[in-house]
Every structure is written in C-alpha cells, then in structure tokens.
C-alpha cells in the first residue's frame, strides 16, 4: 500500500496546476465553462461538493468491502504521507492564485479533492469506479480545473447502498 501512495504523490507532484485555466473544450466528455465567475461559483455549489462527496464515499465504501485490512492502513499512510500532500496543495493553491484567470477566495476545496484523488491513485486496485483517475486527474494533468457536474444528481443511497454505475453526465473544465 505505501508504494502505492508514494507513486500516487509522485503523479500529484507532477501535474501542472492550472496553468491553461480558460482554454477551449478538450473532449467529448467535458462541458467548456467559458465565463470565469461562473466557472468558480460552480467550484463552490452544493452539486459538485455533493458529486465529489458520493465518488469518495463510493470509493471508501469499494475500497473497505475489497481489502479491509489495507484500508485500515489509509490513516496511518495518510499521517506519513501529509507533508508530501500538503506541499501539493500548496503549490495548486499558489498556482491558482497566481493565474491571472482565476479569483481569489477560499481555495480549501483544492485541498479535500487532492486527499481524495491520494486514495483512489493509491487504492485504484479496489476503487473499480474510477472517476478522480478517469475523469478529474486528466483534466487536471492538461493544466484545467474541473469545476462542475452536469448530469443527473448522485443522491445518498448511490455512494452507500448502490453497485449502480455513475449516473451518466459530464464534467464541467475551465
């Protein structure tokens, strides 16, 4: 499980924090926010916080039921690894900061997105779902930052109770 969340940390290292924030659409399966303010008042909403809380209780949930023992192991790899961790959210915070595209605010969101993406890239053995690795990080890797979800809403009983797929939607990318 440790090398797991070193190679993990080692791939949160290198993705280059939003650097192209505002560029055109980069895939079929991303929405383009076009408009800045809009783009960082869905960072905030209640759907997306709520998107991104279902697909880490899902994965919790996965990631327990597959392999209770290593998942037990997540506080104390998670302990160890916070320096490294919060070296990345630093830097994301800065990066976002410094971008002339981006506005200033409470960026403590950025921080409980890389925490989740740590444990998916490290568990991905027992997270089938996928959704930070699939979805999230090669938007982030292409220097964007997803901001949204459209689509249907996840409700409670998906992450906890359901072996349903992701409802089918699309992300939304500044």
Not at 31 to 36: G, L
Not at 67 to 91: C, E, M, Q, T
Not at 92 to 97: E, F, T, V
């Amino acid at each position: 499980m440790k090398s797991h969340l070193l190679t993990a940390l080692d791939e949160l290292e290198a993705i280059p924090w939003y650097e192209h924030l505002g560029q055109p659409a980069i895939d079929t399966e991303t929405i383009f926010v076009r408009d800045m303010k809009l783009a960082f008042e869905s960072l905030r909403s209640p759907e997306w916080t709520g998107f991104k809380l279902m697909l880490r209780n899902r994965n919790y949930r996965d990631a327990a039921r597959a392999d209770y023992h290593g998942f037990k192991l997540w506080d104390s790899l998670a302990r160890d690894a916070w320096p490294r961790v919060d070296g990345v959210i630093k830097n994301a915070q800065a990066k976002l900061k410094q971008n002339p595209m981006a506005l200033s605010g409470d960026l403590s969101v950025i921080g409980t997105d890389i925490w989740a993406l740590a444990f998916e890239l490290t568990y991905k053995e027992t997270c089938p779902l996928a959704a930070w690795r699939n979805r999230l990080l090669p938007v982030l890797n292409l220097g964007r930052m997803p901001c949204g979800w459209v689509g249907p809403e996840i409700d409670e009983r998906w992450a906890g109770a359901s072996d349903d797929p992701l409802p089918a939607g699309k992300l939304l990318v500044f």
